[in-house]
């Protein structure tokens, strides 16, 4: 596919150097995709764009080409369209659509360079608007990076207002009348003066035959009738009924079920198998070796899902060494080498901070070691997909964030267009980052292929989904300050140790694309803050661990915000100052940070004293566009540590919704949390040595806080909602322990150090 | 094998050692209950075995000897039980796969304890994991259908 090629030899996901391919792609760019609602449309059906269908029958169904994860992504898009097509966002049928180039996502692209949000110059500017376009030609067709209604909020506007034109048009053409002179209520067009009045679903086959306008007009702020107010959500009556499919729910005719066993050492394969043990057990019937870049090992394919689990828990498998640091020991080891390496990239170096160290007396300065470990997504619903290679037509239902990606990857296993592999995407059970990851279908894909035509759907076991996922990267940062008393930081320097998330994707996702540059993931949450210090230096140290690591929600700002501002709040006590008034100083350019500092301290009552036994923390950090402060109460209680308060506010600058933006938020701040609490993915023997919620938890209902979050809307740009919740709660949480007891938490998980009720 | 299941008798195959779980979903058909683990540490396949909340991923058909409810079971789009009224009324689900189970605890929960207190809460349903952190508006939820108003 040639653009596929023209892309793969110019782009470089999230590095410096994506210029090259601007021009190139020109051409590509400027011609619209096709709208993939033409060829599949229904008796009766007329499609206005890629987004909008209307039926004669007053169905109108609206394409939310997003994975619905939980975040209320169907919702609140949805809503673009019913607040400009003028029609209750109750009559709206919702469906996720086909995977299609037509639905890529220019927003997440943009926030992928190295620039702060809030770096407006003119490089930025134009890096930003050039990878807009990039994307396009990519069709990334993704759901993350906090991004889906920062990118919608345009483009279904528009579709909702360039279909409403196009209906009036229709009528105005039937009534001969003067389009200028109609209005829209309801989903009728209105003609006031004759009284006439026709229902969308009369007029649509004749609108959806009307070029698109050439020019649209959009609803001023002030006429919004949906947008900015809180919406029913409309995923929940199928999710509280269990009607709701998902992945795992997928049935179709005749459909086999399957599972996998793939190598517990990342890269190793098989040195020898043997099934006949797994034959015997009823129910199952073949057993497959998959090789994919994503992973070695087999799958079983039975007649219902616990023969199948049965079947792959009897292989007898010998699997090859691992070739990388078999231990957490010697990984930890390798990224601290790495460290007294150069730096691969410097994303931030203001002042000099060698010439700030090198007079500062040894009372002045201030050094400390964090780390983090490798984590797990582990998503409430296990990866699954189901595949179907049935007369040279591919199709895969799966619950995924990236549908043109899948497309892409999968054509070649069967040998076809990206195009012609057909991707349905279900509702998710769960993805923070894990399920853009295209293993799962991959392996379905593969087992699928030797099943006669057959559907199977291949789900995974719990087991199986812990030991192979694309971990959140484990990490050593070494922080130096000099610090003046009275005053804060002179100088901050910060050097972070990680394995690359984007080059690990790229090689198991696209081998052909090398990575290159830096990859800003790394240090984002140390190097993008808004903060102004004299001195500040903050560099990465990529470092290939050989485990596969991915997007977790907030990526790089999981840990950085912990390292950030974790040593922000160490500087704050050597330095003798009040951390919030620390941070009021040093953000004082950044008028949105110090809203949002100051909006939490009041919440909070900051400054306080919360009684004996328990402490306050803040912390701040900008992320996905959201600038977000939050301050965390602790109290060492008789049964252990508890986490009793969050208080948060967010600055987002415009809330679509602010009910699923309040609740995306409180989602963020407990993953968060459950991340603080005891979760670590360890390794021995080149093996993850956890396998379940046993070992690895997360945060169950009587240990969650209480949390309130406020939105505040000043900033000029909006911000995203799903991940910015998580960073500062991990650093609020282990300053406030700090206070309470004296201990400063410098790795996590907390639990290891402290207990916890 | 057949089954009390929602009031029917219903066929659950011949594996007396096959987890509920998978006979419910594979074989009934009925695919509200959820798998999340396998084994019994999420909650995500809570179902009612004579009014006690079990985890079907534990339990073998072959043991099965009272009558199962699934969140087929309780109440339909059309006709909501009151525990999932107010799950709609404080919208509770984010990504929902863990909600059938929870739904079913807490309708286990307000059998056993129509008042139930934040600390009952707590404690009877610490069992069931959401890893989208809907705790608070779970606690709300229940305290609605107790009748206790909006929390």
């Known amino acids: 596919m040639g653009i596929a090629k023209i892309a793969r030899r110019t782009f470089l996901i999230g590095a410096a150097a994506i210029a090259g391919g601007i021009a190139v792609g020109t051409y590509f760019v400027r011609k619209p995709w096709d709208n993939p609602l033409e060829k599949d449309l229904a008796q009766g059906e007329a499609t206005f764009n890629p987004f909008i269908k209307i039926a004669s029958d007053e169905t109108i169904t609206v394409i939310v080409p997003r994975a619905e994860m939980g975040q209320g992504v169907q919702t609140t898009l949805a809503a673009f369209v019913a607040e400009e097509l003028d029609v209750p966002l109750g009559k709206l049928t919702i469906e996720h659509g086909p995977g299609s180039f037509a639905y890529f996502n220019s927003a997440m692209l943009e926030d992928g360079g190295p620039f702060p949000f809030f770096d407006e110059s003119f490089i930025a500017e134009t890096m930003r608007s050039a990878s807009g376009p990039l994307s396009k030609m990519l ?43 109609l209005s829209t209520a309801d989903g009728f067009v209105v003609d006031a003066a004759s009284g006439n009045k026709a229902s969308y679903g009369s007029l649509a086959a004749e609108a959806g035959k009307l070029p698109a306008p050439g020019s649209l007009v959009l609803k001023d702020k002030a006429e919004w009738k949906i947008l900015g107010k809180s919406q029913p959500r409309t995923d929940l009556l199928a999710k509280v009924t269990g009607t709701a499919q998902f992945g795992i729910d997928v049935d179709l005719p005749d459909m086999l079920s399957g599972t996998v066993r793939m190598s517990p050492r990342f890269g190793a394969k098989a040195k020898s198998m043997n099934d006949a043990e797994a034959l015997k057990i009823k129910g199952v019937l073949k057993v497959v070796p998959i090789n994919a870049p994503a992973g070695s090992g087999f799958g079983v394919i039975a007649q219902n899902t616990w023969a199948a689990f049965q079947g792959a828990e009897a292989l007898v498998i010998e699997w090859e060494d691992a070739a990388y640091p078999a231990s957490s020991q010697a990984q930890t080891d390798a990224l601290r080498g790495q460290l007294s390496k150069p730096a691969d990239f410097t994303l931030r170096n203001d ?8 007079d500062a ?67 998710l059970g769960g993805g923070f980052g894990r399920r853009a990851e295209a293993d799962f ?73 090398s990575p290159m540059g830096p990859d800003k993931t790394l240090t984002e949450g140390s190097h993008d803050q808004p903060l102004t210090i004299a001195n500040y230096r903050v560099a990465g140290h990529k470092t290939d661990l050989g485990i596969p690591v991915g997007f977790w929600r907030s990526v790089g700002n999981s840990y950085n915000g912990f390292f950030h501002e974790c040593f922000l709040d160490e500087i704050a006590t050597a330095s003798g100052v009040d951390p919030l008034e620390m941070r009021l100083k040093l953000m004082a350019q950044y008028p949105a940070a110090t809203g949002a500092l100051k909006k939490v301290a009041e919440m909070s009552g900051w400054g306080r004293d919360p009684g004996p036994g328990r402490g306050l923390g803040i912390a701040h950090t900008l992320s996905f566009g959201a600038w977000v402060a939050e301050v965390a109460q602790v109290h060492v209680s008789p049964e252990g540590l508890r986490i009793e308060n969050i208080w948060c506010a967010i600055e987002i600058g415009q809330a679509m919704d602010p009910g699923i933006v309040k609740a995306q938020t409180m989602s963020g701040i407990v993953f968060g949390l459950s991340s603080a609490l005891g979760q670590e993915i360890t390794f021995a023997n080149g093996e993850v040595e956890q396998s379940n919620f046993t070992d690895f938890d997360a945060m169950r209902m009587s240990q969650c806080p209480r949390i309130e979050v406020e939105i505040l809307e000043t900033f000029h740009k909006m911000g995203g909602a799903g991940e910015p919740g998580t960073p500062p709660s991990i650093p609020a949480v282990a300053n406030a322990i700090f206070k309470a007891t004296g201990k400063r938490l410098r790795s996590m998980p907390f639990g290891k150090e402290v207990d916890f009720a | 094998m057949q089954i009390n299941v929602n009031g029917q008798m219903t066929e659950i195959g011949d594996d007396p ?18 798998f999340g683990c396998g084994v019994a540490a999420c909650g995500a396949c809570t179902v009612l075995l004579d009014g006690q909340p079990v985890r079907s991923c534990q339990t073998l058909v ?90």
């Open chain 1, 139 to 181: 069709g990334l067709q993704v759901t993350g990076g906090s991004s889906s209604t920062r990118d919608a909020f345009e483009k279904m506007r528009q579709a909702g207002a360039a279909a409403r034109q196009m209906l009036i048009a229709a009528a105005a053409a039937r009534w001969n009348v003067n389009a200028q002179s």
């Open chain 1, 361 to 427: 007396p040894r009372e002045e300065v201030l050094e400390a070691e964090y780390s983090v470990p490798f984590l797990a997504h582990a998503c409430m619903e296990p990866m699954n997909a189901t595949a179907r290679w049935k007369d040279g037509v591919l199709d895969i239902w799966a619950p995924n964030q990236g549908p043109a990606i899948l497309q892409m990857v999968a054509a070649p296993l069967v040998g076809v267009e990206a195009a012609d592999v057909r991707v349905h995407t279900t509702f």
């Open chain 2, 17 to 34: 050692q096959m987890p509920l779980l998978w006979a419910l979903r594979d074989i009934a058909g009925l695919k509200g209950t959820k």
């Open chain 1, 351 to 358: 002042g000099d901070v060698t010439v700030a160290f090198a």
């Open chain 1, 441 to 513: 279908p991959t392996y379905a894909v593969e087992m699928a292929k030797v099943a006669d035509g057959i559907p199977v759907k291949v789900v995974w076991t719990r087991e199986e989904d812990m030991r192979h996922d694309a971990y959140r990267p484990a990490a050593v940062a070494k922080m130096k300050a000099r610090v003046r008393k009275g005053e804060g930081p002179v100088a901050v320097d910060i050097a972070v140790a990680a394995p690359s998330v984007i080059a690990s994707v790229l090689k198991r996702t696209f081998p052909s694309i």
């Open chain 2, 62 to 151: 072959g043991d099965v000897t009272g009558a199962i409810t699934t969140i087929e079971g309780i109440g339909s789009p059309e006709n909501l039980n009151k525990v999932q009224q107010a799950w709609l009324d404080e919208q509770v689900p984010q990504c929902g796969y863990c909600q059938s189970g929870q739904i079913l605890a807490a309708v286990a929960l307000l059998e056993q304890t129509p008042q139930p207190s934040d600390a009952d809460i707590d404690d009877f349903m610490s069992g069931n994991l959401c890893r989208c952190g809907t705790y608070p508006r779970i606690k709300a939820a229940i305290k609605r259908a107790a009748g206790q108003g909006a929390a």
